[in-house]
């Protein structure tokens, strides 16, 4: 036989042992991909289970973001001799005591920012400037009526704690029933409840009467934290006098707790407006508010 013809026959071998060894693999691979769903829809089961059971849960994850840069004799720009810096840090947490004839259900919100940018020819912009600033805590008790409805009672403090700490700040105290379809979604709807808002001197912040609606979600995909919180008063004095907050944070672990982590918060309210510009509430401009961070994410 030929040389070229041996030649031949190995190449062709070694196509057909090539191809029935990634049909193997692949096979193999699906064969565990089939298992590992398997166990994660068992593992979901026992954590449905253990979400059930009466007790304290308890959970927190955070995020921080930094940025910092320095420029000397760079005559590209105006100012060739600066530094600039930008530092975030958001958390958020939860206590929930879950009984089978009632539940008490805490959580806390907070996220504060700074910023500077120093041009060295200028004096007195050395110092880092709040830029994001939020604290918000809430405590909602109460007294199951049936697996998904109870009556409650609901205490919301906002405020800021950098600049003008409870000037202004929000309580919202109120009484209604809270829906639970799930143990990770709380929707609160209280038609009972006073909105008190607290501010230094005369201004526009005035406290009302109202309703208070408010729809958390609270989950974890794997890796992947989720909370989302959407707070609403609407004042039965004046639309006015109404507000809303919604804050949105999600956490990736990558490696034993840490990775990434994102933060978004909007916010519509026609008294801080009006504050903020010096007009009337009637003459606001009431642009939505917004905030977002991104940053090294960590997961307790």
């Given amino acids: 036989m030929k040389k070229s013809s041996i030649l031949l026959i190995l190449i062709l071998i070694s196509f057909s042992f090539q191809a029935q060894t990634e049909e193997e693999l692949k096979k193999e691979l699906s064969e565990k991909k089939s298992s590992i769903s398997k166990l994660q829809g068992e593992a979901n089961g026992i954590q449905a289970k253990l979400d059930a059971l009466p007790g304290w849960r308890k959970g927190a994850f955070g995020t921080v973001g930094a940025s910092l840069s320095g420029f000397n004799n760079w005559y590209a720009r105006t100012a060739p001799d600066a530094s600039a810096g930008n530092i975030g840090i958001t958390l958020n947490g939860f206590a929930n005591l879950i009984q089978d004839k009632f539940f008490w259900r805490n959580s806390a919100n907070v996220n504060l920012g700074w910023v500077k940018l120093d041009d060295k020819t200028i004096q007195g912009d050395e110092d880092f400037e709040a830029a994001t600033d939020v604290f918000t805590i809430t405590s909602l008790y109460g007294r199951n ?58 201004s526009v912040f005035e406290s009302s009467l109202g309703a208070k609606i408010v729809a958390d979600y609270t989950n974890q995909y794997g890796d992947l934290s989720v909370k989302s919180n959407l707070s609403v008063f609407q004042s039965y004095e004046s639309s006015d006098l109404s507000n809303w907050t919604w804050t949105n944070s999600f956490g990736y672990t990558l490696y034993k707790g840490i990775g990434l982590g994102l933060e978004v918060g909007l916010r519509g309210n026609r008294q801080e407006a009006a504050n903020f510009q010096g007009v009337a509430l009637s003459d606001a401009d009431n642009k939505t508010q917004s905030y977002w961070l991104f940053g090294i994410n960590y997961s307790l």
């Fill in 145 to 202: 009526l049936s697996k998904t409805w109870a009556v409650s009672g609901l205490a919301e403090y906002r405020t800021t704690i950098i600049d003008n700490f409870n000037n202004p700040g929000y309580l919202d105290i109120g009484a209604g029933l809270t829906w639970t379809p799930t143990s990770h979604l709380v929707v609160v709807m209280h038609p009972g409840n006073y909105n008190f808002v607290f501010s230094n001197g005369n």
